[in-house]
C-alpha cells in the first residue's frame, strides 16, 4: 500500500532542506527521485546519497522557460515516466508591506508560485498517463497566517493552496491528486537567516510549537511518501500542517 517501488518522483528544490527530506522518504519507499536545484554540488550530493537510479538536473525555475526545458530533460530520461511531482522549489525575501519593490515581490511570487504553476502545467500529460498521478505542493504556515515581513511569501504561499485545490478538482477525473504540506518552523538554510534577522523567533517558536521544537527536514519524508501512495489514493485537495501542532495552538 505505501510501496513507491518503480515509480517516479521530480523534486524541485530537493537537493537540500525540506525537499532532500521529502526525496529521502520518497527513495526509501522505493521511488526512482530526480532531483532539480540551482547547485549543482548539492544536486550531486543528493543523488549519490539517494541512489536507486536518482539524478539530478541543475535549473533555476524563476526563469521562464526553465520548467518546460527540465521536464524534457527528466521525461527524456525515464522514458516518459512521471508519477508524482513535488513542487517545493521556494525563496523569501524578508520586507514590511511598504517596504516591499516590485522586483522583491516578482523574485518570490516567480519562484514559489509561478514556476510550479508552470512546472506541474508541463507535467500534466505524464501524470495523467501514469494512471496515479500524485501532486504535491509546498506551502507553508503562513499559508494560513501573516507575519508582518513575509507579505510576498505569505501571498505566494497561499496562492499554493488555492492552486492545489483548482488542480485535485481538474485533474480528479483523470486519476490524478494534488495535497499540499504546511510547513511549520524548520531547521533549514532560509530559516536561519530569518534567526538571524530576529533575534526572538527561537523563542516565540517554542513557545507556540506544542511539541517544543523546531521541525527538521526528516518529518518530511513520512508524509511525502504517503501522499504519493496508494494509501492516500483518495486524499485530494488537502492542505496538511506539519508544524508541531502551532497552527492549532492558541
Given at each position: 500500500m505505501f510501496d513507491l517501488t518503480g515509480r517516479v518522483a521530480l523534486v524541485t528544490g530537493g537537493n537540500g532542506g525540506i525537499g532532500l527530506g521529502m526525496a529521502r522518504g520518497l527513495a526509501a519507499a522505493?521511488?526512482?527521485?530526480?532531483?532539480?536545484?540551482?547547485?549543482?554540488?548539492?544536486?550531486?550530493?543528493?543523488?549519490?546519497e539517494l541512489g536507486q537510479g536518482a539524478f539530478a538536473l541543475e535549473a533555476d525555475l524563476s526563469r521562464s522557460g526553465e520548467p518546460a526545458?527540465?521536464?524534457?530533460?527528466?521525461?527524456?530520461?525515464?522514458?516518459?515516466?512521471?508519477?508524482?511531482?513535488v513542487n517545493n522549489a521556494?525563496?523569501?525575501?524578508?520586507?514590511?508591506?511598504q517596504d516591499v519593490t516590485d522586483e522583491d515581490w516578482a523574485a518570490?511570487?516567480?519562484?514559489?508560485?509561478t514556476s510550479a504553476m508552470r512546472l506541474t502545467r508541463e507535467a500534466y500529460p505524464a501524470l495523467k498517463a501514469s494512471g496515479h498521478g500524485r501532486v504535491l505542493c509546498i506551502?507553508?504556515?503562513?499559508?494560513?497566517?501573516?507575519?508582518?515581513l513575509s507579505p510576498a511569501y505569505g501571498a505566494s504561499k497561499g496562492g499554493i493552496v488555492q492552486y492545489t485545490r483548482s488542480l485535485a478538482v481538474a485533474w480528479g477525473p483523470d486519476g490524478i491528486t494534488a495535497n499540499a504540506i504546511l510547513p511549520g518552523w524548520i531547521e533549514t538554510d532560509l530559516t536561519a537567516g530569518a534567526k538571524r534577522d530576529i533575534p526572538t523567533l527561537n523563542d516565540s517558536v517554542l513557545a507556540r510549537t506544542p511539541q517544543k521544537r523546531w521541525g527538521r527536514p526528516g518529518d518530511f519524508g513520512g508524509i511525502a511518501a504517503f501522499l504519493?501512495?496508494?494509501a492516500a489514493a483518495f486524499i485530494t485537495g488537502t492542505a496538511i500542517p506539519v508544524d508541531g501542532g502551532m497552527s492549532v495552538h492558541g
Amino acid at each position: 500500500m505505501f510501496d513507491l517501488t518503480g515509480r517516479v518522483a521530480l523534486v524541485t528544490g530537493g537537493n537540500g532542506g525540506i525537499g532532500l527530506g521529502m526525496a529521502r522518504g520518497l527513495a526509501a519507499a522505493g521511488a526512482r527521485v530526480i532531483v532539480v536545484g540551482r547547485n549543482p554540488d548539492k544536486n550531486a550530493a543528493a543523488v549519490a546519497e539517494l541512489g536507486q537510479g536518482a539524478f539530478a538536473l541543475e535549473a533555476d525555475l524563476s526563469r521562464s522557460g526553465e520548467p518546460a526545458r527540465v521536464m524534457q530533460a527528466a521525461l527524456a530520461e525515464t522514458s516518459g515516466q512521471l508519477d508524482i511531482l513535488v513542487n517545493n522549489a521556494g525563496t523569501n525575501i524578508r520586507r514590511l508591506p511598504q517596504d516591499v519593490t516590485d522586483e522583491d515581490w516578482a523574485a518570490v511570487i516567480d519562484i514559489n508560485l509561478t514556476s510550479a504553476m508552470r512546472l506541474t502545467r508541463e507535467a500534466y500529460p505524464a501524470l495523467k498517463a501514469s494512471g496515479h498521478g500524485r501532486v504535491l505542493c509546498i506551502g507553508s504556515m503562513m499559508s494560513i497566517f501573516g507575519l508582518p515581513l513575509s507579505p510576498a511569501y505569505g501571498a505566494s504561499k497561499g496562492g499554493i493552496v488555492q492552486y492545489t485545490r483548482s488542480l485535485a478538482v481538474a485533474w480528479g477525473p483523470d486519476g490524478i491528486t494534488a495535497n499540499a504540506i504546511l510547513p511549520g518552523w524548520i531547521e533549514t538554510d532560509l530559516t536561519a537567516g530569518a534567526k538571524r534577522d530576529i533575534p526572538t523567533l527561537n523563542d516565540s517558536v517554542l513557545a507556540r510549537t506544542p511539541q517544543k521544537r523546531w521541525g527538521r527536514p526528516g518529518d518530511f519524508g513520512g508524509i511525502a511518501a504517503f501522499l504519493a501512495s496508494d494509501a492516500a489514493a483518495f486524499i485530494t485537495g488537502t492542505a496538511i500542517p506539519v508544524d508541531g501542532g502551532m497552527s492549532v495552538h492558541g
